[in-house]
T-cell receptor
Framework: DADVTQTPRNRITKTGKRIMLECSQT?????MYWYRQDPGLGLRLIYY???????NKGEISDGYSVSRQAQAKFSLSLESAIPNQTALYFC???????????FGPGTRLTVL | GENVEQHPSTLSVQEGDSAVIKCTYS??????FPWYKQELGKRPQLIID?????GEKKDQRIAVTLNKTAKHFSLHITETQPEDSAVYFC???????????FGTGTQLKVEL
């Protein structure tokens, strides 16, 4: 079945380290998104991309960067991780014709 | 930007009872309203969605209603079952693209 996958699923790192979270999809969708989930705050948009040459900031992009390496791949980087970036990170995709978004399984990131 | 408020934050019902979760949005131009269900440790899954040209949509035991004048929409679950226990998120599509703004979630517990 077509799906959205994320690696790693869990990661523990230290303050100041660079870390990359990866997202791949076999849905054939053009649009990809990175969200952060914190208890009581819902899902907040970090970055999104509508095609390979398009990158847009979301509501909480500070401290993050992204790369859209191909239609099927969208990576999120933390250049210098800090403890308040400890959260659950989700990648999502949607096609250009609709608004329905489909989520990956998530990456639980802990920054010590 | 868009702001989505969701209430209640927690909801406990007896098995077989109905559950209602309400959301309000601020941007009158929003035209798409999905609901996601997130079970513990899992990814958010789309369970139902509605577009602004429709006032109500049903799918078996779940339904969504939309009041564009008041800028609010609600999720209704009838004949609740223990497997309905999860966190539910509402969202609204904002802007010209497919960005979603999420509510902060409702933890639904269905008690036996």
């Amino acid at each position: 079945d077509a799906d959205v996958t994320q690696t790693p699923r869990n990661r523990i790192t230290k303050t100041g380290k660079r870390i990359m979270l990866e997202c791949s999809q076999t849905k054939g969708h053009d649009r990809m998104y990175w969200y952060r989930q914190d208890p009581g705050l819902g899902l907040r948009l970090i970055y999104y991309s509508f095609d390979v040459k398009d990158i847009n900031k979301g509501e909480i992009s500070d401290g993050y960067s992204v790369s859209r390496q191909a239609q099927a791949k969208f990576s999120l980087s933390l250049e210098s991780a800090i403890p308040n970036q400890t959260a659950l990170y989700f990648c999502a995709t949607s096609d250009s014709g609709g608004a329905r978004q489909f989520f990956g399984p998530g990456t639980r990131l802990t920054v010590l | 930007g868009e702001n989505v408020e969701q209430h209640p934050s927690t909801l406990s019902v007896q098995e077989g009872d109905s559950a209602v979760i309400k959301c309000t949005y601020s941007d009158s131009a929003s035209n798409y309203f999905p609901w996601y269900k997130q079970e513990l440790g899992k990814r958010p899954q789309l369970i139902i969605d509605i577009r602004s040209n429709v006032g109500e949509k049903k799918d078996q035991r779940i339904a969504v209603t939309l009041n564009k004048t008041a800028k609010h929409f609600s999720l209704h679950i009838t004949e609740t079952q223990p497997e309905d226990s999860a966190v539910y998120f509402c969202a609204a599509k904002t802007g010209g693209g497919n960005k979603l703004t999420f509510g902060t979630g409702t933890q639904l517990k269905v008690e036996l």
